[in-house]
């Protein structure tokens, strides 16, 4: 007698099925776009390699930041609302301000230890240490600008500060007196409300609205002290 025929829903007797037989109903329609480059187009490449600086001359680098500091210079000269001192902040203006600044500032007596020394210290702590104070005040008020942008920002409008201590270097060369004073008074004041302004037009934005005064006042009072030191020097 015949075996029966195994009945095809016995699971005890199915035979098995492999294991990615559905993925051969799958299709990918030929609508959808494949988007994405393996490979590097060539004007990138030329591109990267016309932006690399790692194959430039020295002087081809000093001569491309010294265009940044002047660019920079300019911006201060005149102060309109620009992201330029921020994108592209360096410290090289500050600093070359800051060693001019000291250096006309220094005494020309003949005891040049005593009063030369400690008045191009006194420089370079007043801004240094009160640029670093003043942004910090600003980063604890709310700011949204980072440490060396606002370094470089205050650093740069001491420009119009350094201008007015060489015109007080010249008046002074005259004879002393109130119409001399009334020069160097006019010419500091002049230049003081320029910094001001110049540094409030970079960093008012990057501070919350209700608290732009807190963030204004001590710049108001770094350049007054730098002002100050200006109109009151008298060479010896």
Request: net charge neutral.
């Amino acid at each position: 007698m015949a075996e029966a025929a195994e009945s095809p829903g016995d699971p005890g007797t199915a035979s098995p099925r492999p294991l990615f037989a559905g993925l051969s109903d799958i299709s990918i329609s030929q609508d959808i776009p494949i988007e994405g480059e393996i490979t590097i187009p060539v004007r990138s490449r030329i591109r990267e390699s016309d932006s690399s600086t790692l194959n430039e001359s020295v002087r081809n680098t000093i001569m491309r930041d010294l265009k940044a500091v002047g660019k920079k210079f300019m911006h201060v000269l005149y102060p309109r609302k620009s992201n330029t001192l921020l994108r592209d902040w360096d410290l090289w203006g500050p600093l070359i301000l800051c060693v001019t600044l000291a250096l006309m500032l220094q005494r020309g007596s003949v005891d040049g230890e005593k009063d030369g020394g400690p008045q191009f210290a006194e420089v370079f702590v007043i801004v240094w240490f009160g640029a670093v104070t003043i942004t910090l005040n600003s980063k604890l008020l709310g700011g949204n600008i980072s440490f060396f942008q606002s370094l470089c920002v205050l650093g740069y409008c001491i420009l119009p500060l350094t201008v007015a201590m060489l015109v007080c270097r010249l008046v002074l060369l005259a004879e002393p007196g109130p119409v001399n004073f009334m020069v160097r008074l006019f010419v500091v004041i002049v230049m003081f409300v320029w910094s001001i302004v110049a540094s409030t037009a970079f960093l008012a934005d990057s501070q919350p609205p209700n608290r732009k005064a807190l963030a204004v006042y001590p710049v108001f009072l770094f350049y007054f002290v730098i002002s100050w030191m200006i109109l009151t020097f008298t060479p010896q």
